[in-house]
């Protein structure tokens, strides 16, 4: 099955603790080499629950790593995009977070994930570049 980009209206929603929201963590590594990755947990209507996972590696490339349960069928899609679309996203995440601070409200990057995982799609559409496993 192929994925596509998602809006707010493709999130399935129930009114529970752990499914109402995409819910984030970051992790940033800078022991022997810098790895950092921004995984989600995006509920959906039409795929499950989606566990989206977005890294960098130190290469002019990243991976957004796509898990989801199709018909019993557990399947992982990965795909390769360019750095500067992790940057981009992951210093917008970062500047919200900060930004954040000193607000009422927490923190929440839902529209943010959403638009990030629809970047890495729209420029796998155009350079065809995904790797599907069954697991």
Not at 72 to 80: E, F, L
Request: glycine share 2%.
């Amino acid at each position: 099955m192929k994925l596509s980009e998602l809006s707010p209206a493709d999130l399935r929603l129930q009114n529970r603790y752990g499914f109402d929201r995409i819910y984030t963590r970051l992790t940033l590594t800078d022991t022997d080499w810098m790895n950092y990755r921004l995984a989600a947990l995006i509920p959906t209507r039409r795929f499950g629950r989606i566990h989206v996972q977005f890294e960098y590696f130190g290469a002019q490339f990243s991976e957004m790593t796509v898990k989801y349960n199709i018909r019993n069928h557990d399947i992982q899609d990965v795909y390769t995009f360019p750095s500067e679309i992790f940057e981009r996203y992951i210093l917008k995440f970062l500047h919200e977070q900060i930004r954040s601070w000193n607000q009422e409200n927490a923190f929440y990057a839902g529209a943010l994930i959403l638009d990030f995982y629809n970047s890495v799609l729209r420029f796998r559409q155009e350079n065809n570049d995904v790797k599907q496993v069954l697991c």
